[in-house]
């Protein structure tokens, strides 16, 4: 049975960077209480580099930066939580201490630093993998300390400082050799352009948006495969085996909608849906056998049924996992439909083993969303929002597999 377990945790397996591991052995903060209310109890763990605090929740929740509060402390309001009573206790690494109080019907976290920090993600985690709870993620690191002017004017502008990029100082770090690789599909392209708007089309819109993706993740560590880099079309089947090929940990497939009614805007987000990968997968696979084969370690056909049977639905899980980290992080960028999660048997999400969602950035069909879907400055924002999503998918998958 080990190597069922095995290949279950097998999206997760890729261990990497000292501060996610070291967030699997959270310090347990000592006081929480079941009459907290909405914040459930805080956790604090990692070093003067990077410090992780963890606030369990009892319900999904936003929450607001309060800012002006000096810099040697930081304040989190959740507007719609409460709490029974205050709570504190120790901190460790950037964090000296903690407390949870309310103010103005609000629940509030305040940290306590040991030298000027900032926020360098944050992200909601839904429960899932045991854990009943929801988990608010706030991930610190010290302020780059500014370099004296007559230093800077000195600095020789061959040296590495001549060559450093800002944006690079909000990468996350990854252990060397070990790059997660996440394949972007930017949909349609040559003879099938997609959804058309007045002033463009779905397939070019795609493609710029994954480009800017790219350079967002290969800034933050990852390896990224682009399934086209021009105007050219590709059988949905190439796309997939495209991921398959690249030992892909994760796939988004990128594309803008079409409606009837010119109103309708805003993303969405879609994993397979169960009844819809088993209608698909089985015409798709009756033409190219090559995208649902997966190595399994049963010695007969009826026990690799069950095994890939149980790949398929951890699969699944894990894109239902990342489409919901996806949205928290989309939503504060662009409009989201009511229903802005779905599933469909679309043939770009069926790999059994390759994680999947397919990302619905706005409406061509609408005039506001396609100002926005072909602005530069507002597509790398929204890519921004998308690569920190797949940044909270690997912290959560991380913490899975050092379990």
């Given at each position: 049975?080990d190597w069922a377990l095995?290949?279950?945790?097998?999206?997760?397996?890729k261990?990497?960077?000292?501060?996610?591991?070291?967030?699997?052995?959270?310090l347990?903060a000592?006081?929480?209480?079941?009459?907290?209310?909405?914040?459930?109890?805080?956790?604090?763990?990692g070093?003067?580099?990077?410090?992780?605090v963890?606030?369990?929740?009892?319900?999904?929740?936003?929450a607001?930066?309060i800012?002006?509060?000096?810099?040697?402390?930081?304040?989190?309001a959740w507007?719609?939580l409460?709490?029974g009573?205050?709570l504190?206790?120790?901190?460790?690494?950037?964090?000296?201490?903690?407390?949870?109080?309310e103010?103005?019907?609000a629940?509030r976290?305040k940290?306590?630093?040991?030298?000027?920090?900032?926020?360098a993600?944050r992200?909601?985690?839904?429960?899932?993998?045991g854990?009943?709870?929801?988990?608010?993620v706030v991930?610190?690191?010290?302020?780059?300390k500014?370099?004296?002017?007559?230093?800077a004017?000195t600095?020789?502008?061959?040296?590495?400082a001549?060559n450093a990029?800002?944006?690079?100082l909000?990468a996350?770090?990854?252990?060397?050799g070990a790059?997660?690789v996440v394949?972007?599909?930017?949909g349609?392209?040559?003879k099938?352009p997609?959804?058309?708007?007045?002033?463009?089309?779905?397939?070019?819109?795609?493609?710029a948006?994954?480009?800017?993706?790219r350079a967002r993740?290969?800034?933050g560590g990852?390896?990224?495969?682009?399934?086209?880099?021009k105007?050219?079309f590709?059988?949905?089947?190439?796309?997939v085996?495209?991921?398959?090929q690249?030992h892909a940990?994760?796939?988004i497939s990128?594309?803008a909608?079409?409606?009837?009614?010119?109103?309708?805007?805003?993303?969405?987000?879609?994993?397979?849906?169960?009844?819809?990968?088993?209608?698909?997968?089985?015409?798709?696979?009756a033409?190219?056998?090559s995208?649902?084969?997966v190595?399994?370690?049963?010695?007969?056909?009826a026990?690799n049924?069950?095994?890939?049977d149980l790949?398929?639905?951890?699969?699944r899980n894990?894109s239902a996992?990342?489409?919901?980290?996806?949205?928290?992080?989309?939503d504060?960028?662009?409009a989201?439909?009511?229903?802005?999660?779905?599933d469909a048997?679309?043939?770009?999400?069926?790999?059994?083993?390759?994680?999947?969602?397919?990302?619905e950035?706005?409406?061509?069909?609408?005039?506001e969303?396609?100002?926005?879907l072909?602005?530069p400055?507002?597509?790398t924002?929204?890519?921004?929002?998308v690569?920190?999503g797949i940044d909270a998918?690997?912290?959560?998958?991380?913490?899975y597999a050092?379990?």
């Amino acid at each position: 049975m080990d190597w069922a377990l095995r290949l279950l945790a097998s999206g997760w397996a890729k261990a990497g960077g000292a501060l996610l591991a070291a967030g699997c052995a959270l310090l347990a903060a000592t006081s929480h209480s079941a009459d907290a209310g909405g914040v459930m109890k805080v956790r604090v763990a990692g070093t003067a580099s990077e410090t992780r605090v963890v606030v369990e929740l009892d319900q999904a929740a936003k929450a607001r930066l309060i800012e002006g509060q000096g810099a040697r402390s930081l304040v989190l309001a959740w507007p719609d939580l409460e709490t029974g009573k205050e709570l504190s206790g120790p901190g460790k690494g950037l964090v000296s201490a903690w407390t949870v109080d309310e103010a103005a019907g609000a629940a509030r976290l305040k940290l306590s630093l040991t030298e000027d920090a900032q926020i360098a993600r944050r992200f909601l985690l839904p429960p899932g993998d045991g854990v009943e709870v929801y988990r608010y993620v706030v991930d610190l690191k010290p302020k780059a300390k500014r370099v004296p002017a007559k230093l800077a004017v000195t600095s020789s502008p061959a040296g590495p400082a001549a060559n450093a990029k800002p944006e690079m100082l909000s990468a996350p770090r990854r252990a060397a050799g070990a790059k997660r690789v996440v394949v972007i599909d930017a949909g349609h392209g040559g003879k099938d352009p997609g959804a058309i708007g007045v002033h463009a089309r779905e397939g070019a819109v795609t493609l710029a948006a994954a480009k800017a993706l790219r350079a967002r993740l290969q800034r933050g560590g990852y390896k990224v495969v682009l399934t086209r880099e021009k105007d050219v079309f590709l059988p949905l089947e190439t796309r997939v085996r495209i991921a398959r090929q690249a030992h892909a940990d994760l796939f988004i497939s990128l594309h803008a909608d079409a409606g009837g009614d010119p109103g309708l805007k805003g993303a969405s987000v879609y994993t397979l849906s169960e009844n819809g990968s088993d209608r698909v997968a089985k015409k798709v696979m009756a033409r190219d056998r090559s995208l649902g084969e997966v190595k399994l370690p049963g010695q007969d056909a009826a026990v690799n049924s069950i095994l890939l049977d149980l790949t398929q639905r951890a699969t699944r899980n894990q894109s239902a996992t990342f489409a919901q980290l996806l949205l928290n992080e989309v939503d504060d960028v662009c409009a989201l439909l009511r229903r802005s999660h779905r599933d469909a048997g679309f043939v770009v999400l069926l790999a059994p083993d390759v994680p999947a969602v397919l990302l619905e950035m706005g409406f061509m069909t609408n005039t506001e969303d396609e100002r926005l879907l072909t602005d530069p400055k507002h597509r790398t924002a929204m890519m921004d929002a998308v690569g920190d999503g797949i940044d909270a998918y690997f912290a959560q998958a991380e913490q899975y597999a050092a379990r």
